[in-house]
């Protein structure tokens, strides 16, 4: 597969979309779970796939090493992330009670795990989803947050401690 | 299968949306490829003016990348060379002469400059002061301890050595507690009132509550007339403008005055009521300062200077509705729609109300000291600081001055040495929000010196100034910046001997509360230390003592509270409440320390609860003789404070 991935991304590097589509393939999934982990609904989440994808295309030349795909990919997302959860601090047109019936009208079944990912702070939503959805280690995450393993190992265990309490208060208010 | 794993199922039955299937994303590359190509063709056909046009750009962005770099550098030399006023607007609150001069900012500056706050004619908004539920979130929770309240002393659990006093979902109880032994006394209960806080001075209780109210909005000249309750008469017809809210939500402040002298027929005296909704409040000895902001108080349009309900504040006493008099009222020169409102009652007089001022500025969070009151906001896109001197009652009209950056989450207040320092987030050039600014004025809010940017591109949660330094907190690294505000130095350095949460038992003890984690981080335990200090500079670790679990909500939820620790200094008593999460539920414990100088710590027991629900966990607690009562919506328990054997467990309905 590392051979793949260096096949596709020195093809990638002269603009064949083809090419890049296939590196993509392999980490879509968990680029727009990511995503959706980190902000206020799909089409949020969607968006910021698309423009990591559109800003990883046009910059793989600067992709140093070809078998760094998925996690130099993941670093744009998350600028995408961050720029967007920017964006809900200086526009907060979009009612809590709107988003919350937006993700009620998601048809999947894992919304109250959404719901309760949403619960959690910047950091931890983040820290949570590399972990989680993208099987980063601690000392991976770190390098991508440009934080300390120690603290990342903090902010992911509190994480889940929240995650776990927010699930148990939730089955017992059903 | 484990936590992660069902976590990672369940978020993978989220359905990818099509357009990011590999194949659309593949066609949408192209699609931008061939539009790249387009427009490259057009440019090459435009020549050598573009290619001009081009160096000319990067020129101007490499200028302004200097400029930034040299404004960066001016800062440091500035702050190297105090003072640096980067601010020098300094605007003395202006009192009006009447009712016109209000009426006329209004108009001008509001109504007709929508921009003002976000918020403009037509876009009433219905937020309180408060951050919104988002916005709170958006800053996270904050696992630390250390945050300025001032003077702010109400609380949700009072005592008056005989009794305990608790605002229970949002129902005051009052509750006999006699060795422990517990009955209820009373509980009142108004849906019309959501209490915050209560005072006991002498035979008074003071409580503090929010009281909102919707006011339909009405058009035109044909306006519904404003009851003593702030509701609007019924019976008037309105008419909703297109574009705008059927109703206004208005919020006031209601302060009820009780005789509790007789604690099975508790007497409500006395009520006051202000427009605003509460920011905060303090007491000392009968008088009783009340802080609140008012907004939405437009119901209609502002077309009568006649009509005060319309851009006036109200207070209400025994006599009945009064507005607000125009000699009372500031105006600073970047006025804002609303009004940050400070009165000052003396709960012992028949009539409390002694005085009131106002400021039409939006006044989010409150500092008291002695004789003062600070209050700080944003207005007009500024952050402001307001000072009321304070005296028996009476309220001076305030001085503002606009401040570098923006009030927000990690906005402290603080004086010192006869200097006001305030921290707000820096702002960049993009308009976000990034690192810290803090302004140090003097006693007349001049400016003296102000540091921006201060860990831009970090998460802060809190800034706490203690002598000359502040602590800049960022959630997730164990240490503080520390930056000095006397100029010597301008770059935050990490502070590593000492722990974050920093509480002030007294002059010369402060008590560090850290998490303990395993090696691999995860926390598992809290640490409790004693610092010695002699100058509130440098500490010495004198004591310290280790216990399981993590902080509860109440020390480090959403919104931070310190005052759910028991600090009793005259019984050397520290109480924590704190949350343990295992495969069976939430254990809800309280832990009991004593300290004694020279002897260190020492863990009296603690109280532990199993239970499913959030309404358990402890949430304040309080020493009656040598009873210790560990206080949480659902249920009070007593217990002895030699050994923390429970007593009692007092159910809450």
Not at chain 1, 120 to 128: A, F, G, K, M, W
Not at chain 2, 471 to 486: A, R, W
Not at chain 2, 633 to 642: E, K, L, Q, T
């Given at each position: ?21 296939e ?60 720029r ?8 907060n ?8 019936q937006?993700s ?34 601690s ?13 990342i ?13 927010r699930?148990i ?5 059903r | ?28 590359l192209?699609?931008?490829t061939a539009?790249?190509?387009?427009k ?43 003072p ?21 900012v209004?108009?001008?500056?509001i109504?007709n ?37 001032g ?15 608790c ?21 009142i ?26 006011v ?28 705008l ?13 009780y005789n ?10 006395n ?6 909704a ?33 851009y006036i ?19 600073p ?8 409102i400070?009165?000052g ?6 009539s ?6 106002v400021?039409?500025?939006n ?143 007294t002059?010369?003890?402060f008590l ?32 310290s003592i ?7 909500a109440a ?12 600090i ?6 520290i ?23 020279g ?7 603690s ?32 217990a ?8 009692e467990?007092f159910?809450?309905?």
């Amino acid at each position: 597969m590392n051979n793949d991935f260096s096949v596709c991304v020195k093809r990638a590097r002269n603009g064949d979309a083809d090419a890049f589509a296939e590196l993509y393939s392999s980490v879509y999934k968990d680029l727009y779970r990511i995503a959706l982990c980190n902000l206020r609904n799909s089409d949020d989440a969607a968006d910021a796939v698309s423009d990591a994808v559109l800003d990883a295309f046009t910059s793989i030349k600067k992709l140093k090493d070809e078998n760094a795909f998925k996690a130099w990919i993941v670093k744009i997302l998350m600028t995408k992330i961050k720029r967007k959860q920017k964006d809900y601090i200086t526009d907060n047109t979009q009612d809590i009670s709107e988003v919350e019936q937006e993700s009620r009208d998601n048809s999947f079944d894992g919304v109250e795990i959404l719901e309760a990912i949403s619960e959690l702070d910047e950091n931890e939503r983040l820290v949570l989803s590399l972990s989680i959805v993208g099987g980063y280690k601690s000392d991976e995450i770190a390098k991508l947050c440009n934080s300390k393993a120690a603290t990342i190992r903090s902010q992911l265990s509190r994480a889940k401690l929240k995650l776990r309490d927010r699930l148990i208060a939730e089955q017992e208010g059903r | 299968m484990g936590f992660d794993e069902q976590v990672k199922m369940l978020i993978e039955e989220a359905e990818i949306p099509e357009r990011l299937s590999p194949e659309n994303i593949a066609v949408m590359l192209k699609e931008k490829t061939a539009e790249k190509n387009r427009k490259e063709i057009k440019m090459s056909s435009a020549g050598i003016k573009s290619k001009n046009r081009a160096v000319a750009i990067r020129s101007a962005a490499a200028v302004a990348a200097c400029i930034a770099l040299s404004c960066g550098v001016t800062a440091v030399i500035q702050n190297n060379n105090r003072p640096a006023v980067t601010n020098p607007e300094y605007i003395q609150g202006h009192k009006v002469s009447d009712y016109h001069d209000v009426y006329s900012v209004i108009q001008d500056t509001i109504i007709n400059n929508p921009a003002d706050d976000g918020i403009g004619w037509g876009e009433i908004s219905n937020d309180t002061v408060y951050p919104d539920v988002t916005e709170i979130e958006e800053y996270g929770s904050r696992d630390y301890l250390i945050k300025t309240f001032g003077r702010t002393a109400e609380d949700i659990t009072v005592t008056d050595g005989k009794n305990l006093y608790c605002i229970l979902n949002g129902a005051l109880n009052v509750i006999s507690a006699e060795n422990g032994s517990m009955t209820e006394l009373i509980k009142i209960e108004n849906a019309e009132k959501a209490p915050v806080g209560m005072y006991i001075a002498g035979n008074r209780l003071i409580v503090v509550s929010n009281n909102t109210v919707e006011v339909p909005y009405t058009a035109g000249n044909e306006v519904a007339a404003t009851g003593e309750s702030g509701t609007a008469d019924s019976s008037a017809e309105t008419t909703t403008a297109p574009s705008l809210p059927e109703t206004v939500t208005q919020n006031n402040t209601v302060i009820d005055i009780y005789n509790i002298a007789d604690k099975t027929n508790v007497k409500l005296e006395n009520t006051y009521k202000q427009n605003g909704a509460y920011i905060s409040s303090s007491m000392n000895g009968s008088v009783l300062y009340v802080v609140s902001n008012y907004s939405n108080f437009r119901t209609k349009p502002l077309d009568s200077e006649e009509d005060l309900d319309s851009y006036i504040p109200a207070y209400y006493t025994d006599d009945g509705k009064n507005y607000v008099g125009a000699t009372d009222i500031s105006i600073p020169a970047k006025a804002s729609n609303n009004y940050t409102i400070v009165a000052g009652l003396d709960i012992e007089k028949a009539s409390p109300f002694r005085s009131i001022k106002v400021v039409l500025a939006n006044g989010k969070s409150a500092y008291f000291t002695d004789n003062s009151v600070y209050v700080a906001g944003n207005s007009s896109g500024s952050a402001f600081i307001a000072k009321f001197a304070l005296s028996a009652g009476d309220v001076i009209a305030p001085i503002v001055a606009t401040v570098d950056g923006q009030w927000s989450e990690v906005t402290s207040i603080d004086e010192y040495n006869g200097t006001i320092r305030i921290s707000t987030s820096s702002v960049a050039a993009d308009g976000s929000k990034n690192g810290v600014s803090i302004s140090v004025l003097d006693e007349n809010l001049i400016p003296a010196m102000s540091l921006n940017g201060l860990c831009a591109g970090k998460n802060i949660s809190a800034v706490e100034f203690k002598g000359n330094k502040a602590y800049i907190i960022v959630p997730g690294e164990n240490e503080p910046y520390e930056v000095t505000l006397d100029g010597s130095e301008n770059v935050p350095v990490a502070v590593s001997d000492k722990s974050v949460y920093l509480y002030k038992c007294t002059d010369t003890e402060f008590l560090g509360i850290s998490a303990k984690t395993d090696e691999n981080g995860k926390a598992e335990g809290i640490v409790l230390t004693m610092y010695s200090t002699a100058d509130g500079i440098n500490f010495e670790e004198v004591s310290s003592i280790e216990a399981k679990g993590v902080l509860s909500a109440a020390l480090s939820g959403g919104k931070l509270d310190l005052r759910a620790l028991l600090i009793d200094s005259k019984n050397g008593i520290i109480g924590i409440p704190t949350v343990k999460s295992d495969t069976y539920g939430n254990s809800n414990l309280y832990y009991v320390f004593s300290y004694k100088s020279g002897e260190g710590f020492s863990a009296l027991g603690s109280i532990e609860y199993t239970d499913l629900s959030k309404k358990y966990e402890f949430r304040r607690s309080v020493i009656i003789d040598d009873t210790l009562y560990a206080v949480s919506d659902g249920r009070i328990v007593s217990a002895r404070i030699s050994d923390i054997k429970v007593i009692e467990t007092f159910e809450i309905d």
